[in-house]
């Protein structure tokens, strides 16, 4: 059986391939007969092996691609194709599609892909076949209610005020939602949540909201990235620490993209930056197939430059912020090669 899985909201896909590990059975035996393949790289004949291998004392087996409908996606207008390659590009969709309509009934594949365009032509060929599930991100009425949902749920309940500030506090990343309001829930042990409680426990979504300006700094989208700039003020983030974490950010992304392209595996990618969070990496690895190395070591660059100029008086801490954003926003994104 085929599931497709796309959508910003990273969260809810794993969600929702959890409830699909849920009804192929016995966890256990699902754990020796799982495939997780990267579908940047996957060949047809990969895929094909993975999918047609008989599960082992199991009914089922549970194949995982990520990326493979990213392969398909329209590039920017950053140079010419040759028509032998677009031929190329043409055939291998097809030669997928075709492989996906032959599953064996033994096999549960799962196709898992991000903000995918309605014209790709893998997920156009692949939405004949069965309903894609689409996941983007929440806007702020349906986050809200999953907030309300989740806390009360855990037997809590939370203040109109305090709602309000924990979503301007962490946006809509559910990763990060979710962990702040089992930490709420447990520090305020079923009393309703009051607005001191934000304040006093949701610190570490800086981290995650640092992830998101940094996508849209370097996504042009530069009435978000000042909004979360501002935001980050507001909560009391000293503009030289935001500096440290944006650099931090993006020295990140440039090694896994680095590393990657020199072949590196996940686990010797997370190894070796010492990453023991499972979320940093995973938006790193997203972030790093979005940008080009060009694009990484001038932004990099440009924070240097801004860090240069209020260490030695020249700007005001917020203010050469601003100015970075701004120049960073306006420039434009450089499409990853």
């Known amino acids: 059986m085929l599931h497709v899985l796309i959508g910003a909201d990273d969260y809810s896909i794993r969600q929702a391939l959890g409830e699909i590990k849920k009804g192929i059975g016995d966890a256990t035996a699902l754990m020796t007969n799982t495939t997780v393949l ?5 060949t047809l004949e990969h895929l094909r092996s993975a999918c047609e291998t008989v599960p082992f004392l199991a009914e089922k087996r549970l194949v995982i691609v990520e990326g493979l409908l990213e392969r398909f996606e329209a590039k920017g207008k950053n140079g010419k194709k040759k028509a032998s390659h677009k031929l190329e590009k043409t055939e291998e969709y097809i030669e997928f599609a075709e492989a996906v309509k032959k599953l064996p009934p033994f096999t549960e594949l799962v196709i898992i892909g991000g903000e995918i365009s309605e014209r790709n032509p893998l ?5 004949n076949m069965m309903k894609v599930r689409g996941f983007p991100l929440l806007n702020k009425p349906q986050l809200s209610q999953w907030i309300e949902r989740r806390v009360t749920g855990a037997g809590g309940s939370i203040a109109p005020q305090a709602l309000a500030l924990l979503i301007r506090f962490v946006g809509n990343d559910l990763w990060t939602m979710s962990g702040e309001v ?11 949540i009051e607005e001191a409680d934000i304040k006093a426990v949701v610190s570490d979504a ?6 998101a300006m940094v996508d849209a ?5 530069l009435g978000v990235a000042q909004e979360l700039l501002q935001q980050q003020f507001r909560q009391g983030a000293a503009p030289a620490q935001l500096l440290i974490m944006l650099a931090r950010q993006v020295r990140i992304i440039f090694q896994v993209k680095d590393m990657r ?11 070796k930056l010492g990453l023991n969070s499972d979320f940093l990496l995973r938006k790193a690895w997203d972030q790093a197939d979005k940008y080009s190395m ?10 240097l430059e801004a860090d240069l100029s209020i260490k030695t008086g020249k700007l005001d801490g917020e203010i ?8 960073l926003g306006l420039k434009g994104a450089v499409s990853a090669k």
Do not use: C
Not at 182 to 192: E, V, Y
């Open 38 to 42: 990267d579908g940047k790289q996957v």
């Open 123 to 127: 997920l156009w060929e692949l939405s």
């Open 182 to 192: 089992d930490k709420l829930t447990q520090f305020t042990a079923g009393r309703r």
């Open 206 to 211: 800086q981290e995650a909201n640092v992830f």
């Open 217 to 221: 700094v370097m996504e042009s989208r």
């Open 261 to 271: 392209d020199r072949g590196k595996t996940r686990v010797d990618i997370q190894h």
């Open 294 to 303: 060009a694009r990484l070591r001038e932004v990099f660059h440009k924070l």
């Open 320 to 327: 050469a912020l601003d100015i970075l954003v701004a120049e």
